[in-house]
């Protein structure tokens, strides 16, 4: 892991203080400070300060701003962001315009922001990770040097303009349209209708003064597909749209009311030639066009691919959010009390409920496994970004990666921030205690930077694509043998470089384990990888009469089967982050930390299993027997990790500031002493009334 | 069904125009029309009137007001409410006050509420459902006479002080005290300490001058738990709290921001003895308590018991705002056009994808089958509250319906908006599509009126009571027949008045199904109801132990059945539901629509059967190859019932004015259109560029 981006001494680490766990004695123990300080990943320094930055009042989410004044806080926090000595938002750019040329640091930080306020998560996103990254990566080096600097100070606030109306995550059939001059070498960029009007761009309805416009690059009378445009859109000076550029405010939305979204539209304005971003396609003087990628599908999506960072950070701030949303509801759970309990006086934690703890810690397990696989895709993306590996089949395994993390993950973390809020009842649909708020926020998360249906079959045809080709013309259908070895070879294709190692390990180790071995990592990958393969080898079989059929055929056999091709994407990310997770246990140094972590692993791998069970029983991979002994065996599991949940949550590192939820910051435990001790003096003095059912009682 | 509370003359049902039915010849024809007027229900012309005063502007949510604005809109519109010639908020209150004694149309109306503004449903909830009713079900002829007029008016508006801060769904555990002091006949109302304030209560921020107030009253030394009393808190002119009663705003919450929940607190404040509310229970002027409810535990259920119209309209407001979402989602969805389909110059619409038919078109059905089962609720509260069925067994089972259906639709209705939100994509996260917004608002409703945990487990041990009663000695733990009896004893039992009769129908009619006949009442009945009173039985022998055993040992056994004990409710609410959608597709007179409602019914059934499969596969219910049909089967289903999904959706009513989406009313058409019309003219013009792709295909 390359640390050659240590922040500078400004960066003191202000983090959150970490408490010591308090195990029960004898149980093993969580050593919270060192899992901690692990959690923090590649670049802990970087992904510290900017905690430590998102737990400063000025960069928290103020609940009480109008949608205009919250847009105008959110802008002044992204022009304190650009101020920052540490450059925290430049570290993804070229040393030589004041970067660092650290592309995985940056969003390491920069998912972080997520904690202070998504709105300034998205606006920055869409500045630095989005505007300024499409002159980044789709941009020459000329280009770069001109137009960086702008956008990275944000004395030019850009927007982002790729989706339509009319088309949002079918990127290739935008209606924008960019047509070369020769007679004065400039291009036409052009609206032709309502539904190609650029829509839901951060930054386009107030602040934005140019943009990235992704428009149909035409020469010659010749489409050569969707290429990207540098754009002035605004007067800097006046706020006012440029000749022949319109627009309209995309108005209130469900969350992230701090970005001021909007639409664009063009009316013949026009560009000069040096002003498309040239990095895989260039338009001569004369017209002619050139590009280093002969393929139009393939220079399209290496075009797209540049920008997959977007997909990635969200991986993360979804696991910030949940985060969050879990350390409220388990800390105020942890505090709760409701319902009178077996010993007299006394009431039962909330967290000694069998449905609490199933409805929240199985969602700790997938925190944690969400967060080791995100730091194996944040490797993978420094790689690739930093030049360090940067080859076609890891850029491939990236997207990949990418779209199956993004789609999973954002889902999730909108599940868990409702179950979060209701475990909380009343209090947690208060503003105040920021769970509302951060779902309502998070919403669009599933969306936007690819639908997540749409990406998880993305992710689907990529393991269609990889098991025919690691089948290639020998494809069985057979049980038995033929059909185990498959399923190696399968778990071998789907497990390239970064995961490829780890599974071997797994793979190696384990004999074929005993059945009923719920708790050993052989067990749990021999049914989730098999789960894996079998779903891709079935949608594959399916889908090999669609090659040779008709089109309207073709895509009727599609049809049927996009379902299952999707639910076989589901299943490959939860390999990729159960196999995650089984690699940071195993390198846990201190025993009690491994222990309790290797109990989350089992929570998480149960979980999975639970939720797909019947795939197991209807597929043979499991015995009814087994099939009934799993909700027992997760609910023996819930009750082991019980003492150590806080201790879990701990390690985190959200301290109050962080969380800014009244109910998380001990209040509820005050008002409860406060309670026991007024009827503990009521009782001592003699004048508490007695209970009607006492009275009669004696009466008998 | 009583058709005695018809509107007078002013009451012209303003309905939404509905769309004939437009589906292909030779298929059968859902007839919307009739349809729609059969899912009125009940109290047609009082729904009907409700809904068209919801489309009126003056009812509508107005997004662009702050909170403080939102609350000042939605008292007015409770005050134009009250000014209703037709008196739809009196409905439920006596004719010699003006009301009409109708509480199943009051209810039916009322629900039609959240189409304008969930704020107005719950803030006039909270003044006519919750307040007034507090006095008209626990006060007596003589209270009602004097304080039912201020609260039906609103020239008293009103807060329902039960929850507070530390007790939320165990009312029997809350702190607030009611002293008598016989020396001046009073009550003395007292807040001990901090957990003992009100809260959450709408009405109590700003608006409310009075407030039912739940406290433990307490009289010569006894505390004879908990009690209702009517208390001034605010003077009416100034808006300031009167002496001794404080308070706090709740501030913002995640949505129904035109609702001024907030906090009471009482120190020492005195209310005259004629103010406890006595109709269960009597204070005389020497402090004797007297009650005609010997038990104080069954006292304590009854008047908690008479306030059960909140959780009923619950119900009946998550199918409403289900519809809504539904109904935007489904006609986006049938114009919204994305990626190249089969056939040149065309892209796929949206239904036209299995991803989006299975994540849409089984909510509908649920959504059906929700309206059903809450006609049935909605006939068994006026029965009991009209006193045409006010038995002390018809009240339990009100009370059971109640809370299983309130605690699943609350949820399901908060999934349903979000899956329609997100199969809008970004458009469905703007808030002119309403429905983020919507969610918003319906957020609160799983945790309040009864936290949907705490209900379900309510649920599911009046279910093993049932079982306990219903097998007396005779429990037996064999298979085979003596199951099958079982099976059918647990049947009766769960299936009381008004359900008996057409469980039995079904029951009688069918014989043993054939092995694989999915699409048949008697089948998916066998499966659904064997489930319930498997799992009941399952449970409540699990349970058996915990009578006998000392207090701890019991808790801890419960605690490890609890998780059971919730899922067999659920499994109750599905067969509630399907129970009354299989009786209504049978009362269904035109044989098209009999035959649509048919199919939308088996995939009910099997969506139910597929989220479970795994229990039926384990519990020898179903083979694997019935099992591994399920899906195909479903996708089936789907496909056949795709043309008649607008129809379905139009049979619900809603027009432009109630649905006020964007997104919903052709305006993504007409874009369509416009482009198509684009490209056809630039095709026959001869100016269209060439794409790449056939050039170079033309070039080799």
Not at 448 to 466: A, C, I
């Amino acid at each position: 892991m390359t640390t050659t981006t240590e922040p500078g001494p400004l960066a003191a680490p202000a983090e959150a203080p970490v408490a010591e766990a308090t195990s029960p004695a004898g149980q093993p123990r969580v050593a919270v400070a060192a899992l901690h300080d692990a959690l923090l990943g590649a670049w802990p320094q970087w992904r510290a300060a900017a905690r430590a930055r998102a737990a400063q009042p000025e960069f928290w989410k103020d609940e009480s701003l109008s949608m205009d004044e919250h847009r105008e806080r959110v802008l002044s926090q992204c022009h304190l962001m650009a101020k920052d000595p540490q450059h925290q938002s430049w570290l993804a750019f070229p040393e030589r315009l004041g970067g660092r040329d650290a592309p995985g640091a940056n969003l390491a930080g920069f998912e972080e922001f997520a904690i202070g306020d998504p709105s300034l998560q998205i606006k920055a996103g869409v500045q630095w990770g989005l505007f300024a990254a499409a002159i980044l990566h789709l941009g020459t080096p000329e280009q770069q040097d001109r137009l960086l600097p702008g956008a990275m100070d944000l004395s030019v606030p850009g927007a982002f303009a790729m989706t339509e109306t009319g088309h949002g995550s079918d990127v290739a059939a935008i209606g924008t349209t960019a047509t070369y001059d020769p007679d004065t070498e400039e291009f036409v960029i052009h609206t032709p209708f309502r539904a190609a009007w650029k829509d839901y761009l951060g930054n386009a309805a107030l602040h934005a003064t140019a943009a990235t416009v992704f428009a149909r690059l035409v020469t010659g009378g010749v489409d050569y597909g969707v290429h990207c445009f540098y754009v002035p859109i605004r007067d800097a000076a006046t706020g006012r749209f440029l000749p022949g550029v319109g627009g309209e405010d995309d108005g209130l939305k469900g969350g992230l009311r701090g970005v001021d979204n909007g639409r664009l539209w063009f009316d013949h304005v026009r560009v000069p030639r040096a002003d498309l971003l040239a990095r895989y396609g260039q338009v001569a003087a004369d017209g002619t066009y050139t590009s280093s990628i002969d393929s139009p599908g393939r220079r399209f999506f290496t075009m797209l691919g540049a920008l997959v960072q977007g997909r990635v950070s969200l991986d993360g701030a979804a696991g910030v959010a949940s985060r969050i949303g879990l350390a409220i509801a388990i800390r105020y759970g942890a505090q709760r009390r409701q319902f009178a309990s077996a010993r007299p006086q006394d009431e039962v934690v909330l967290l000694d409920y069998a449905t609490h703890r199933k409805r929240l810690f199985p969602r700790i397990a997938e925190t944690y496994a969400m967060h080791y696989a995100h730091e194996r895709l944040l490797d993978l993306f420094d790689q690739v970004f930093s030049g360090r590996g940067d080859t076609p089949e890891q850029r491939q395994d990236l997207e990949t990666m990418a779209a199956a993390l993004k789609a999973t993950s954002t889902d999730f973390v909108l599940g868990t921030l409702q179950e979060c809020r209701e475990a909380c009842g009343g209090a947690g649909f208060l503003t105040e205690n920021r769970l509302t708020s951060l779902r309502a926020d998070l919403d669009v998360y599933a969306t936007f930077e690819g639908d997540n249906t749409v990406l998880l079959q993305l992710v689907g045809k990529r393991l269609v694509g990889d098991y025919a080709k690691a089948m290639g013309a020998q494809v069985r259908t057979g049980q038995g043998k033929a059909r185990f070895v498959l399923d190696r070879v399968i778990d071998t294709a789907l497990h390239r470089t970064p995961l490829r190692a780890a599974v071997q390990t797994v793979a190696d180790a384990v004999a074929r384990p005993a059945a009923g071995a719920w708790f050993d990592a052989g067990s749990q990958h021999e049914l989730l990888a098999g789960r894996v393969a079998a779903k891709v080898e079935a949608v594959a079989l399916a889908l090999r009469p669609a090659r040779s059929a008709d089109p309207v055929t073709g895509q009727a056999i599609f049809d049927r089967h996009q379902v299952a091709l999707v639910d076989a994407a589901r299943a490959h990310a939860d390999l990729v982050r159960w196999d995650a997770f089984t690699a940071a246990v195993d390198a846990t140094p201190d025993a009690g930390t491994r222990t309790v972590l290797g109990w989350l692993r089992d929570v998480y791998a149960l979980t999975v299993i639970e939720q797909d069970l019947a795939w197991f029983l209807a597929h043979g991979r499991l015995s009814t027997t087994r099939a009934r002994a799993v909700e027992s065996e997760l609910d023996g599991l819930l009750r082991r990790l019980r003492p150590h949940v806080l201790d879990l949550v701990d390690a985190w590192g959200l301290g109050d500031d962080h969380l800014r939820a009244a109910i998380a910051t001990g209040a509820e435990r005050v008002r409860q002493d406060e309670a026991r001790a007024y009827y503990a003096a009521e009782r001592e003095s003699g004048k508490a009334p007695t209970p009607e059912k006492s009275l009669k009682a004696r009466a008998r």
